[in-house]
């Protein structure tokens, strides 16, 4: 292994491994803080997805810290901390308590923070982060029910969390080339900062970014940072080039879509597949919490309703519905009431011959591999940007399309299964 990453998700884990596959390195993605004595034996990069997004900060620190020694005992030089493209955190973090959390541990002076991805409408310009043509602050994510971004200057989002100092590393110094960032890097590591937010606006960007980073211990961002990481590994003649595979062979079995997002692209994509026919189940989490509405209740309407169509189980609503069953049930026992009854139903569908499953959504991602019992995964052929279908290693034997809420085309449940061989 050269490369590990720590990711405060399931999906942006799978959106890096992506990336990393796509450039050649050989990738296996791992799911939870990895035991002690882990063989990562076969992989240059070893992606490990957490759930620390939106965790106490000091659980999220102590998790990450954990997986970076265990990446580092597997033979990684580089360490990458990856969280979301639209920078999800609050004021309390988890971005800058983790990332300083891993310079000290990494014994690293300094580290870019980069959350750019052009290809998926992430770009930033003077440190502020816009979706689209949009700075971050009016695109939908200021309404998100979790992390509500509103507020698109990055370098004062991330001062808010950090104890250290946040610079900028601006647009006209990345397009000078990777002497000059890495000139202004060291610049700045002398006055004293700790992190900066790095401008991108480009593929070419973030591939001068990875090309200045190749001594860095630590570096930061979005997955587009992993677009210029292995051309250096490259040019010292230690790695290939790993083609991406164009389909991904599955096991037999049956079909299924469980959408625990309520992002703007997902509710979006759910209206699509209703719109095409396919058979459709609203979580309810106020029938959840009363009982009404049961895991066992809707593993059942899914096995009678999957035919030559899959199923599209989902509690995806618009944020002021959302926002009026979070007043009556609280944030967190709303969003974990989801979560575990996707879980559940999942597990029932496993064991009645389902076994190839889109899950939208980072939270909902995270505890239906969890509740699978999916330790790693295979990366297979990208269906969107961000998003690759991956194949489980180990016991159980899925085909699994793990989306960030964010990504994918409105027609992503329609077309996603086209690239599945039997």
Same mark, same amino acid.
């Given at each position: 292994?050269?490369?590990?990453?720590?990711?405060?998700?399931?999906?942006?884990?799978?959106?890096?491994?992506?990336?990393?596959?796509?450039?050649?390195?050989?990738?296996?993605?791992?799911?939870?803080?990895?035991?002690?004595?882990?063989?990562?034996?076969?992989?240059?990069?070893?992606?490990?997805?957490?759930?620390?997004?939106?965790?106490?900060?000091?659980?999220?620190?102590?998790?990450?810290?954990?997986?970076?020694?265990?990446?580092?005992?597997?033979?990684?030089?580089?360490?990458?901390?990856?969280?979301?493209?639209?920078?999800?955190?609050?004021?309390?973090?988890?971005?800058?308590?983790?990332?300083?959390?891993?310079?000290?541990?990494?014994?690293?002076?300094?580290?870019?923070?980069c959350p750019a991805f052009p290809a998926a409408g992430r770009?930033?310009?003077?440190?502020?982060?816009?979706?689209?043509?949009?700075?971050?602050?009016?695109?939908?994510?200021?309404?998100?029910?979790?992390?509500?971004?509103?507020?698109?200057?990055?370098?004062?989002?991330?001062?808010?969390?950090?104890?250290?100092?946040?610079?900028?590393?601006?647009?006209?110094?990345?397009?000078?080339?990777?002497?000059?960032?890495?000139?202004?890097?060291?610049?700045?590591?002398?006055?004293?900062?700790?992190?900066?937010?790095?401008?991108?606006?480009?593929?070419?960007?973030?591939?001068?970014?990875?090309?200045?980073?190749?001594?860095?211990?630590?570096?930061?961002?979005?997955?587009?940072?992993?677009?210029?990481?292995?051309?250096?590994?490259?040019?010292?003649?230690?790695?290939?080039?790993?083609?991406?595979?164009?389909?991904?062979? *599955?096991?037999?079995?049956?079909?299924? #879509?469980?959408? @625990?997002?309520?992002? %703007?692209?997902?509710? &979006? +994509?759910? /209206?699509? =597949?209703?719109?095409?026919?396919?058979?459709?189940?609203?979580?309810?989490?106020?029938?959840?919490?009363?009982?009404?509405?049961?895991?066992?209740?809707?593993?059942?309407?899914?096995?009678?309703?999957?035919?030559?169509?899959?199923?599209?189980?989902?509690?995806?609503?618009?944020?002021?519905?959302?926002?009026?069953?979070?007043?009556?049930?609280?944030?967190?026992?709303?969003?974990?009431?989801?979560?575990?009854?996707?879980?559940?139903?999942?597990?029932?569908?496993?064991?009645?011959?389902?076994?190839?499953?889109?899950?939208?959504?980072?939270?909902?991602?995270?505890?239906?591999?969890?509740?699978?019992?999916?330790? *790693?995964?295979?990366?297979?052929?990208? #269906?969107?940007? @961000?998003?690759?279908? %991956?194949?489980?290693? &180990? +016991?159980? /034997?899925? =085909?699994?399309?793990?989306?960030?809420?964010?990504f994918g085309a409105p027609d992503f449940f329609l077309t996603?299964?086209?690239?599945?061989?039997?």
């Open positions: 292994m050269l490369l590990g990453a720590i990711a405060d998700d399931l999906t942006g884990a799978t959106d890096l491994s992506l990336m990393l596959a796509r450039n050649g390195m050989r990738t296996v993605q791992y799911i939870g803080v990895p035991p002690a004595g882990t063989d990562f034996a076969g992989a240059e990069a070893v992606v490990v997805a957490l759930k620390s997004r939106t965790i106490p900060a000091v659980e999220a620190v102590a998790m990450s810290t954990a997986t970076a020694a265990a990446l580092r005992s597997g033979g990684a030089e580089q360490i990458v901390f990856k969280y979301c493209s639209t920078f999800d955190s609050t004021d309390e973090g988890n971005i800058g308590p983790v990332a300083e959390a891993l310079l000290e541990a990494l014994d690293a002076p300094i580290a870019i923070a770009s930033i310009y003077q440190g502020h982060l816009f979706v689209g043509e949009a700075l971050l602050s009016d695109s939908p994510m200021k309404d998100h029910p979790l992390t509500p971004m509103r507020d698109a200057n990055l370098v004062r989002v991330l001062q808010r969390q950090c104890k250290g100092k946040v610079g900028l590393l601006p647009l006209r110094v990345v397009s000078q080339g990777a002497e000059a960032v890495r000139a202004a890097i060291n610049a700045a590591q002398t006055a004293g900062y700790r992190l900066l937010i790095a401008d991108a606006v480009r593929d070419e960007d973030l591939r001068v970014l990875g090309a200045a980073l190749a001594d860095a211990a630590l570096i930061t961002g979005g997955s587009g940072i992993g677009m210029g990481l292995p051309d250096n590994f490259r040019r010292q003649g230690r790695i290939g080039t790993e083609p991406l595979p164009a389909r991904l062979s *599955a096991p037999a079995g049956r079909s299924v #879509i469980l959408a @625990g997002s309520c992002s %703007t692209a997902t509710r &979006g +994509q759910v /209206d699509v =597949a209703i719109a095409a026919g396919l058979p459709a189940l609203r979580i309810v989490p106020l029938d959840v919490a009363s009982g009404a509405q049961t895991a066992a209740d809707i593993a059942r309407w899914v096995i009678d309703n999957t035919g030559a169509l899959p199923a599209v189980v989902y509690s995806s609503d618009d944020p002021a519905a959302v926002k009026a069953i979070q007043d009556q049930l609280g944030r967190d026992r709303a969003g974990a009431l989801v979560e575990q009854v996707l879980a559940e139903v999942s597990v029932t569908l496993a064991n009645n011959g389902f076994s190839r499953f889109i899950v939208a959504g980072g939270e909902t991602s995270g505890a239906v591999v969890e509740a699978l019992g999916v330790r *790693a995964l295979q990366i297979g052929p990208e #269906i969107a940007p @961000g998003v690759p279908w %991956t194949r489980s290693l &180990g +016991q159980a /034997d899925l =085909a699994m399309a793990l989306k960030s809420g964010n996603a299964w086209d690239l599945l061989d039997d």
